[in-house]
């Protein structure tokens, strides 16, 4: 089994949580199979734990991933990291398979000069952003870093920090408001494929807007959506030629 390749022309490709699609998802192997790759990007998720740390997962448990059902901004990270998770197959097979740290992964993109796409799933402090952006610093990669977040407040936080550093909006919505709200704010959108037409790709452009969208598949949605011009597109298995 391998990626399945599209014509990528401009649009960017971003690997969704690793190259999920042939690894277990958000997995130091997820993101080596992409560095070995020619995605563009490496996107992965990211929480806070119960000690006030970081941790390298989607879920707030890990029972989908390792089927112990712990609750990670409870748990320490200690505790996380001793966690072996499940393979593809759903066997705990592979003593390789635990939860990343951030410098693992922020390591791995540098090591193969990848973008990184940091997901901020936690609610978390100014501090804690604080905290994260200069462990970034401290690895010189923080200038590889694009910030992406369903809870706007997150973003807005790290520009409070970093007034340019790259940030995305997740959202399902392009509305004209929405487009307004961030231009206003000065920034992207990381967008549902199936919420965007031509005409509201056209309105995002004009608006100065970058557009990333999720989680494309299918060729033939690639094709579409390069067709008409997005940034980024985030996929488990699609690679550009």
């Not at 080596?32 to 707030?60: M, P």
């Not at 393979?87 to 003593?95: L, M, V």
């Not at 799933?121 to 870093?145: G, P, W």
């Amino acid at each position: 089994m391998n990626t399945i390749k599209v014509d990528a022309k401009t649009t960017k490709m971003v690997a969704h949580r690793g190259v999920s699609g042939l690894e277990k998802e958000n997995t130091c192997a997820a993101f080596v199979a992409a560095g070995n790759r020619s995605y563009y990007g490496v996107e992965t998720d990211i929480h806070k734990t119960g000690d006030g740390n970081f941790i390298i997962i989607h879920d707030g448990n890990t029972a989908r991933v390792g089927h112990d059902n712990i609750n990670v901004e409870e748990t320490t990270f200690a505790s996380l990291r001793r966690l072996q998770l499940c393979s593809r197959n759903e066997q705990k097979d592979r003593a390789d398979l635990h939860l990343p740290s951030l410098e693992e992964y922020i390591s791995i993109c540098k090591q193969y000069e990848k973008v990184c796409v940091l997901e901020l799933k936690s609610d978390f402090t100014v501090e804690e952003i604080a905290n994260m952006i200069s462990r970034i610093e401290a690895l010189d990669y923080l200038d590889h870093v694009t910030f992406i977040a369903f809870g706007y407040d997150n973003l807005l936080k790290v520009r409070s920090i970093k007034p340019e550093q790259t940030c995305q909006f997740l959202t399902g919505d392009a509305s004209d408001a929405m487009i307004e709200k961030l231009a206003s704010d000065k920034l992207d959108i990381d967008i549902l494929f199936t919420a965007l037409t031509e005409e509201r790709v056209q309105a995002l452009h004009n608006a100065g807007i970058k557009i990333n969208c999720w989680t494309v598949d299918q060729k033939e949605d690639a094709e579409r959506l390069i067709g008409w011009g997005v940034d980024f597109i985030t996929s488990n298995i699609l690679e550009g030629a």
